[in-house]
């Protein structure tokens, strides 16, 4: 008598794979309240892939926790699905995930760790956190913070942030802790650089925090923001702005962060914030946003109407070089945007561009522009003519009558016939864009005469089709239902129009433009034309309309049919694509394709319909695996019949599965078949359980290298990869290591580590023979899949090497970070001072401190140290001496006497090589802000002491040496180069002071001195500090001659009126107007300097004209030299 298992296994032959599933699942529930589940089991799941998974179907669904539990390790991703699955569903008890942890293989403890994330087992998330910190190392305990509590999540992630790498999942469920660890972690990256670079990473995580901490946010964007907003950053201002606008607004306009060429625009919902909220500050907005037209115009868009133009006059003030109502005439009310026109053109010399002056008329009176407008129509070059046409277009479309549409299209069916098509397709486009509701019955003969003239044209093209495809479909849609019949009918007949020109017309995404229901009228609209075509078997608007309706289509039975009429009399070309559409429906594509399959068995080769087979249908699916397989309408006699998708192949019964690989292998045999089609079948079937896998072997040695390549590539994709990292690995020292090890590293996340240590121990040891690129990524794949204990002892083997490779050691020292928890990792770290290659020490400096534990980062630290000298002996080539340095000054936080040996450099005018390389490290580490003495230039100070000691050597023998053969003022020359602060990013005022004092008392300093005070006097600072420094700076010029004071007042800041303090302009006035009235030669060289940056900059009004004028009649020629240079206007 058959067993149950038995009766199920031949009950499901015949079957599809849902139908499949369901039969399964009921005989579970029907065994499990019989009580007779378990032997049922145990008998499929001694068996091969397809009842094993049955089997855990079976086990789930009859709620067999037992069963499910001893399987979450399971090799079977399927059946180790299922066994996740319980543990969210069943009892399964915490001792079985622990257990499954055991010797567990990467993969493993990935999917565990989402298993855990998905909550209701806290406990034991947490007490696994410490079994595997202490086995693992931090990545894998930190992978089990989101499954952990907030309270449990706060007290460990200062330890375990270092080695977090899903922080956005980590943020969504533990807002708190994370934004107290990117607090702490931006307050530690001193410097705009270092923080920029920790935005570039984490701005998705502080984003996805914005909705469920908009204060917190805020807070630390207003600290601790980047100097540029990544574009997430921006889109994610909504919940910000509705906590806070203001304070949303002043961050966006901060004058203190840097300009951005391409400054990302905030989504429409953000911008609507903003101006609902009513901040007083918005106009402050429209003015940063004063010089970018996109965002200005989305900031207008955004108000009502009635607001804009006081808004527009209010952003206005102030701003003299720009006429801020003509770049917005659009956006402005109808009398409002004449007005502004009427003036424009009243204060129009006629010497500007033609183009510019039309745009401004354009949005005037339609009366009043049409004359100069249509003479602009009339142009000989057909470029200005293209540039001509949308300004006549806008024009009537801005006015709205009947009439002046009338007179655009009158004037458009007169000219455009016999113009060039690229005159043609802008004035099309142009109409097209135009709002439908513009246009009326009476418009109609000349809409049908225009499209008619364009699509006559010899030279039409893609952009003349496509605007008037645009055209119709809008008219269509805004007048489908609103009983304007004549421009419904108007818009079909152009799109019949297109169709005999072009062939199927693109009517668009209808789906996303048509109001709720209005498929339905639409298609009642066309039916007349549907079933003219039908008549004829023109099925091509049919399967247009259906393609643009996209889903709505299968809410339209009669559209339906019509479908299944195309696949019943349409050519080939017709049925492929009604095939697709029709089985777009999934209630009705189990049934569809079989119909389809009925009416024509060559079919199945159509994708679509391969899909649903391989998906879906599995039962029809032996009509694509038999041989010989089905030929006709679209699979000709003798053609090689295409395999279904693989990658469904689990939804298959075993001998469609074998029936398939078996096709597979007779194609990758065939030598006429081109060799990237062969390795294609091969990568393809390696999805298919257990044959694929046998298929790629037994092409790992194949003549041709493409396929055996491929094959390996596929090796580790097949099921079980962890069967052939072996296989992959004895390739190791061949020619096809550069594939096989690669392909090594994906079958290592699914091998256990007891297995893994061995196969990487004979390639770390030198034991199996293996390539350089091998052995480096043996050592990478034991760091990344090993405990830390062995790893590190395997790490330490081939670091040993007898041949000490040096590409395998840096290797090994670039490995080891996340390693140190043990102590011989730190042994391996102190062996690097000794060796002699570059290699090795670059590996140990290209690691930053927030890779490492905090507890961590000192002692590393010390070893850099430790290496400082050799690592910088061996640094060559053009900037080899800076990048070590550099690298260096990164760990300075930790070991400040890393700073002190790079300013010895600086100091030692012996050292002639790597002088440049460090004062450009030590400048940036004195602009950081960083702690004393690293950072700064307070006495006591790393750059203080440098300053002081080569303002001593100036007047030593060595220092001071005066045009000898070798050399000349060597200590000057690194003085001038350490003080030059001009380009380092982010450097304070008070540091520039700083050191401006200490070089007071140097006279040949003095220019280097008053450069830096001329940095210090920037317009975003409060009026009455920027006047002081102003006064300083001024002092200090005293006596420092000409050249000095005409340079030092051509380098001041420029000034930019929307990036400056609102008060800057009156301060900068008050400082030139005192300074021109001085009488002395470098106050009225610096009053110069002010006047010609900041007078250009506001458009020279007339107080800074009259500044201008008083300079040029200053006692000093100089002065006067240089007010006669400056110039208000250009002839």
Known sequence: MPTAAEVLLAALEPLPFPARLTLTARTARRLADAGTLAPFLTELDGHGPYERRLAALAALV??????????????????????????????????????????????????????????????????LVARLRAEWGDAEAARLLPACSTPFVARELPALAHAVDGWTRLAVRHPDPVLDHAERALADRAGVQRRDEWWRVHATTVAALAPRRPERVLTLLERYGPSSPPRVLVRALGPLAAVDAERVIAWIAAPVRRAQRHEPLPPPGVVRRLVRAEPSSLIALGRHWLYRGPHFASLMNAMAPGRRAAFVDAVAVGVQNRDVALGALALLPRERRWAEVRRALAESDGTGYWWEDLDTLAHGPFDAARAELVAALGRPDADDRAMAWPLFVTCAALDGSREAVSDLLTVAGRRLRNDRDPVRAAALGALAETPPRVFGPEHVPLLDALAADALEARDASVDTTTALRTLAVRLFVEHATDGEAELRDCALRVLERLTRRVGVPDLGPLHRVLRRGQERQVFDALRPWLDAGADRADFRLLLALAAALGPRARRLPELQAC??????????????????????????????????????????????????????????????????????????????????????????????????????????????????????????????????????????????????????????????????????????????????????????????????????????????????????????????????????????????????HPDVRAAVVRALPPLLGDPQAWRLLDEVADDDTRTVHDALLA???????????????????????????????????????????????????????????????????????????????????????????????????????????????????????????????????????????????????????????????????????????????????????????????????????????GRLRTFSPHRAHPRAAEALLTAADRFAHDGGAAQGLLASGLVRSTGNALGWPEEWRALLRLLRRHPHADVRHEAYTTLTNRE
């Open 62 to 127: 009859g709620r067999d926790a037992e069963f499910l539990a001893a399987r979450l390790a399971d090799p079977d991703p399927v059946v180790a699905g299922y066994a996740r699955r319980a543990v969210r569903e069943l009892p399964v008890p915490d001792e079985a995930v622990e257990a499954a942890y055991d010797d567990a293989p990467a993969v493993l403890r990935q999917r565990l760790a989402r298993l855990l994330a998905s909550g209701g087992r806290t406990a034991l998330a947490e007490r």
């Open 563 to 804: 479908l299944a009429t195309a696949l019943e009399r349409g050519d080939d070309d017709t049925f492929r694509a009604a095939a697709e559409l029709w089985l777009a429906a999934p209630r009705t594509r189990d049934e569809r394709v079989a119909r389809i399959v009925a009416l024509e068995p060559s079919s199945v080769v159509l994708p679509p319909v391969r899909r649903v087979l391989a998906r879906r249908r599995t039962d029809l699916l032996d009509t694509l695996l038999d041989t010989p397989p089905p030929y006709g309408r679209f699979l000709p006699d003798g053609a090689r019949c295409p395999l279904p998708d693989l990658d469904d192949s689990g939804r298959w019964l075993p001998r469609q599965q074998r029936a398939a690989v078996r096709q597979a292998g007779r194609a990758v045999a065939d030598d006429s078949l081109p060799l990237d089609e062969r390795a294609a079948l091969i990568r393809g079937a390696s999805a298919v359980p257990e044959f694929g896998r046998a298929l790629a072997l037994a092409h790992t040695d194949d003549p041709e290298v493409v396929v055996a390549e491929a094959a390996l590539g596929a090796l580790p994709r097949a099921d079980r990869p962890q069967d052939t990292l072996a296989t992959l690995l004895e390739h190791a020292g061949g020619d096809r290591a550069r594939v096989a090890v690669y392909a090594a590293a994906r079958a290592a996340r699914f091998t256990a580590p007891s297995e893994l240590a061995l196969a990487l121990g004979a390639l770390l040891t030198g034991e199996r023979p293996a390539k350089v690129t091998a052995r480096k990524e043996a050592v990478r794949l034991a760091a990344r899949f090993l405990p830390p204990r062995q790893a590190v002892s395997l790490l330490a083997s081939a670091f040993h090497a007898p041949d000490r």
């Open 847 to 1049: 690691v930053s401190p927030w890779e490492l534990a905090e507890t961590h980062r000192r002692a590393y630290a010390t070893v850099i140290l430790g290496t400082y000298g050799a690592a910088l002996a061996r640094s060559e080539g053009f900037g080899g001496g800076y990048a070590v340095l550099r690298a260096m000054g990164v760990w300075c936080r930790h070991a400040p006497e890393l700073a002190v040996r790079i300013a010895g450099i600086v100091r030692d005018l012996a050292d002639r090589t790597h002088w440049g390389s460090a004062e450009g490290v030590l400048r940036e580490l004195a602009a950081s802000e960083l702690p004393h003495p690293v950072g700064g230039a307070a006495p006591g100070s790393v750059l203080h002491d440098t300053v002081a000691a080569l303002l001593a050597a100036l007047h030593t023998p060595e220092g001071g040496a005066d045009a000898l053969t070798d050399r000349d003022l060597p200590a000057l020359q690194r003085l001038r180069s350490l003080v030059s602060f001009a380009y380092v990013e982010g450097v304070r005022p008070e540091l520039l002071e700083a050191v401006a004092d200490q070089l007071a008392p140097e006279p040949l300093l003095v220019a280097e001195r008053a450069q830096l005070l001329a940095q210090s006097a920037d317009p975003t600072l409060e009026p009455a500090v920027l006047l002081e420094r102003l006064g300083d700076l001024a002092a200090a010029l005293e006596g420092a001659g000409v050249t000095t004071m005409v340079h030092t007042a």
